[in-house]
Structure formats: C-alpha cells, structure tokens
C-alpha cells in the first residue's frame, strides 16, 4: 500500500508569506505526527493528531505555526509570516494508533526554504 | 522528561567491517519503547527495530542486531559487514506514556562505509 505523503518536496517562499504543507497518512492510521528536521535543532516534535484532535501543541515554536487535520485524514501545518529559522525540513509520520508499540511512518519530507 | 544520546557524530568504516552504534537514553517511564531509524541520502526516515522496556532479549535481524541493557539505559545497535548502502544517518529515538508516545530524538550518527 502507499506511505506516507507529503506535498510539496519542496518550498521556497520569502519571508513574511504565509505557506501550508500538507501530509497525508497511510490509510487507516489515526495517529499523525509532525517533527521538524533543522541543523541546529535536529529532530524536533512539533504537534501530533489522536484522530482530528490535538491534546497537545506545546511543541509548536510560535504562534505563528498552527495545524489541523480534518476527517481523520489528511493534515495540514500553516506557518505564517515566515521568518528565516523557519527553513527546515518539516516531516509528518502515521502509524495505527497513539501509543509506543506502534512504529511510527514517516513521508519524504517538505524542504522550506525562507528566503 | 526523556533524553536520548547518541554520543558518536560520524563513525567511518571499510565496507565488511562491523559497524555498532551507541545510544543512551533518560526517562522517567517505567514501560517505554526504543527505535532504532536509518535517514538514508534520500532524506527519508526508515523504520528499523524496536524494543519494548519489559523484553530484553537482544536479536539479530539479517545484518543488523542490537544490545538492549536496562541497568545502563543503552540500547545499541549493530550492523555486520557492513555494505556501502549502509551509509547514512542513524537516529535512536524514545517514546513513553509521559511524553504521548511522541518520539524523542538522539542527534544521530553519519555512517559513511567506504568501498
């Protein structure tokens, strides 16, 4: 079956602008998660999904980055007024359900490149 | 809070040389789950194994075993004979009810194996 997608592989965007990445799980999966992959930083959690709620933002790094996933489906992570230390890659992962047992997924990836 | 170390940066070896790969962990959970993930030049993070607290038994998996000690929170990890598609960058990572499940990342080694 299919993995985990992520559009687009890439995003160049200057700064100020708004920009939305999308991840759509593999089938069935009712947990989603977002990490955020950057030299400085390394792997970072940002948000996660049980379903279409999310208990728990406080990964996120500002205000300024808010997610939603809608049908128990696909997810959306909206950064706006992007800044330079924005740029990363921003990775989403699936897998059955919330909890340890179950290995998590992971898509290819989105580049952002804040210019 | 959880913590995971993977004390070496780059490890370099000669193809059919035996690579192991160290991690520590810190966490407060009295059942947790550790990952081993392989981040290959294509960028996409590959799920490899994964040991629950309460099993401590240590397997071998084709070329690819690991170490598993609760008295010293190390959970290492080894490939033999080693191939050139080995090179990459190895990620051990924690999950725990404390933290819902979400991954805890090392900062990863970079395997380079030289023909």
């Known amino acids: 079956g299919a993995g985990v997608s992520q559009s687009p592989s890439n995003k160049v965007t200057e700064k100020g602008k708004d920009v939305e990445l999308r991840c759509d799980p593999i089938?069935?999966?009712?947990?989603l998660y977002w990490y955020r992959q950057s030299l400085g930083q390394g792997l970072e959690f940002l948000i996660y999904?049980?379903?279409?709620?999310?208990?728990?933002k406080s990964g996120l790094p500002s205000d300024r980055f808010s997610a939603e996933r809608t049908g128990g489906s696909v997810s959306t992570l909206t950064i706006q007024r992007t800044q330079q230390e924005d740029s990363a890659v921003y990775l989403c992962?699936?897998?059955?359900?919330?909890?340890?047992?179950?290995?998590?997924?992971f898509g290819p990836g989105t580049r952002l490149t804040v210019l | 809070a959880q913590k995971v170390t993977q004390a070496q940066t780059e490890i370099s070896v000669v193809e059919k040389e035996d690579v192991t790969l160290d991690c520590v962990y810190e966490?407060?959970?009295?059942?947790?789950?550790l990952f081993w993930y392989k981040q290959p030049p294509s960028g996409e993070l590959v799920f490899l194994i994964r040991?629950?607290?309460?099993?401590?038994q240590n397997e071998i998996s084709g070329r690819y075993s690991w170490n598993f000690q609760k008295s010293t929170s190390s959970f290492n990890f080894t490939i033999t004979a080693s191939q050139v598609v080995d090179s990459a960058v190895y990620f051990c990572?924690?999950?725990?009810?404390?933290?819902?499940?979400?991954?805890?990342f090392g900062a990863g080694t970079t395997v380079t194996v030289r023909a």
């Open positions: 040991r629950n607290s309460f099993d401590e």
């Open positions: 966490t407060r959970d009295t059942t947790y789950y």
């Open positions: 999904f049980q379903g279409n709620s999310a208990p728990d």
């Open positions: 990572a924690l999950s725990g009810r404390s933290n819902d499940y979400k991954l805890s």
């Open positions: 992962a699936s897998s059955p359900s919330l909890g340890g047992r179950n290995e998590q997924f």
């Open positions: 089938s069935g999966h009712t947990a």
